[in-house]
Nanobody, 117 residues
Framework: QVQLVESGGGLVQPGGSLRLSCAASGIAIRLYVMGWYRQAPGKQRELVATITNTGSTNYADSVKGRFTTSRDNAKNTEYLQMDSLQPEDTGVYYC???????????WGQGTQVTVST
């Protein structure tokens, strides 16, 4: 059974930082492109960042220079370091694993990030 479990969300003031983790079980993430997505209230889910199994990264323009994604294949875990957080970063953050050859994918259950005074 495949599980992706996000953690690290919470309430933070504008300008603050959070580090999200996505721990995978049932799959070996070294075979997967890993991604972070977010969904704000009343909005569609959007891509935040991806990291390939060779370590190449891609970011949404809105988070470039503030967010950094990384992976530790030995720990089967993906991370999202979020700095200089702004209220518009508020939402539920989801991780996604997409097999680099077959395209099969899995989602986590999400973790809430709230940026507010």
């Amino acid at each position: 059974q495949v599980q992706l479990v996000e953690s690290g969300g919470g309430l933070v003031q504008p300008g603050g930082s959070l580090r999200l983790s996505c721990a995978a079980s049932g799959i070996a993430i070294r075979l997967y492109v890993m991604g972070w997505y977010r969904q704000a209230p009343g909005k569609q889910r959007e891509l935040v960042a991806t990291i390939t199994n060779t370590g190449s990264t891609n970011y949404a323009d809105s988070v470039k220079g503030r967010f950094t994604t990384s992976r530790d294949n030995a720990k089967n875990t993906e991370y999202l370091q979020m700095d200089s957080l702004q209220p518009e970063d508020t939402g539920v953050y989801y991780c996604k694993a997409t097999h680099s050859h077959t395209g099969s994918s899995y989602w986590g259950q999400g973790t809430q990030v709230t940026v507010s005074t």
